[in-house]
């Protein structure tokens, strides 16, 4: 396991699950995609600013922390790109689930950053 790419990881779901968004904007590159697979088959995506204002809206309905539990699974560096695989259970609103991720990771501004991350929702 790949101590840096963790720990990055890790801020970024403190600072996402307490809706600090500074931090958390800090975490993702500008590019940033998120891909979705949902336990009914459907696909969700967002790009960096539809991320941030699910967050934002979060924290304007004055909804409680996230869970912030994680077991990374994976996470290793080839070709000076950041792979981990973590696995949490967590409420984005529908109840709560156990969601897969895959986060690609890249070197910006001296600190890991996410660029791609994909999601997929484990059946209950």
Request: proline share 3%; aromatic share 10%; charged share 20%.
């Amino acid at each position: 396991m790949n101590i840096e790419l963790t720990q990055a990881v890790e801020k970024l779901i403190d600072a996402g699950c307490h809706y600090r968004l500074d931090e958390l904007a800090e975490c993702y590159t500008p590019d940033l995609h998120i891909v979705i697979r949902q336990a009914d088959g459907q696909l969700m995506q967002f790009d960096y600013l539809a991320n941030m204002a699910f967050f934002r809206g979060l924290r304007e309905q004055g909804a409680p922390p996230l869970n912030t539990a994680v077991h990374f699974d994976y996470a290793q560096v080839q070709d000076g790109i950041g792979y981990v695989i973590a696995t949490r259970r967590m409420n984005l609103g529908q109840g709560e689930k156990t969601i897969v991720f895959t986060l690609m990771l890249r070197q910006q501004d001296g600190a890991w950053r996410v660029f791609r991350e994909h999601a997929l929702e484990l059946p209950q």
